[in-house]
């Protein structure tokens, strides 16, 4: 069965044109996985095709109805569940999160603009609520096309090579380490030697050392969480730099 994603927006244009292109594209075209696009306005009656309101209690900016969102759903004939809210109210959205998905067959998410969704809309119709991060954009179509993009690039087939997918998940919870391509000096700047050496086993340990050390470095929360292995310990004496220590 085909991995199906259900979008339902006031903007399915944005949504559609992004995934026109590169890897969603191609994926699409292999039969991966199918989007379906969902304009919230088709559900309104007035003539302004109206989708917002002012907030009960006051204040400023405008709620998107509920009336429309749950038309919208009642309409879509076997819409993939979870349907997910995107929202900065969301819990956050993670590799993990993106894992759990592409394990299933599918899913939905519902984007909104404005101040937020009406309370009621989330209660009786959406199954989770998801941010991509502690910032606010103007709508949620952005972040569905991020929640999309890494989801359907772990689906099987999705990408050319499915060994890239694997080796990130072998590194799980550390950030990459850094990477070079030709030429061996550009601008001064040389590639660390034990790149060029052809020692895998060497390579393989540098690559864990800097890793280790980036995300220290970068995202303390991060290496809080890593239990150092034997093989952590050994690659970091075998290129010592500051010293890297989880009081975990
Ligand atoms: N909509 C607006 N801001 C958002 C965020 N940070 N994450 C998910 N959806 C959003």
Redo the contacts with the bound molecule.
């Keep these: 069965m085909t991995f199906r994603v259900d979008v339902l927006t006031l903007f399915p244009g944005l949504i559609e044109h992004y995934a026109s292109d590169t890897i969603l594209a191609r994926a699409a075209q292999r039969g991966v996985w199918e989007l379906h696009t969902h304009d919230l306005r088709d559900a309104t009656d007035d003539a302004h095709r109206t989708v917002d309101d002012t907030p009960f209690g006051g204040g400023a900016g405008m709620v998107l109805r509920a009336e429309p969102i749950v038309r919208t759903v009642e309409a879509i004939a076997n819409l993939p569940r979870p349907l997910i809210a995107?929202?900065?109210s969301?819990t956050p959205f993670t590799q993990t999160t993106a894992r759990r998905l592409a394990q299933g067959s599918g899913f939905s998410l519902l984007c909104?603009r404005y101040e937020g969704f009406d309370q009621r809309a989330l209660d009786l119709v959406v199954d989770d609520e998801?941010?991509?991060?502690d910032?606010?954009?103007?709508?949620?179509e952005l972040?569905a096309l991020c929640i999309t993009e890494a989801v359907v690039r772990l689906l099987p087939g999705a990408l050319g090579n499915d060994s890239s997918v694997e080796e990130e998940s072998f590194s799980e919870g550390l950030l990459e380490y850094p990477h070079y391509t030709k030429p061996a000096e550009f601008r001064g700047l040389v590639v660390p030697d034990v790149l060029r050496s052809g020692d895998h086993g060497k390579v393989e340990r540098w690559r864990r050392a800097q890793a280790l050390r980036r995300t220290k470095e970068r995202r303390p929360d991060l290496f809080a969480q890593h239990v150092l292995t034997k093989e952590d310990e050994k690659a970091l004496r075998e290129f010592p730099g500051d010293e890297v220590q989880n009081e975990g």
């Design positions: 995107v929202t900065p969301g909104g998801v941010s991509l991060g910032f606010v954009l103007a709508g949620g972040a």
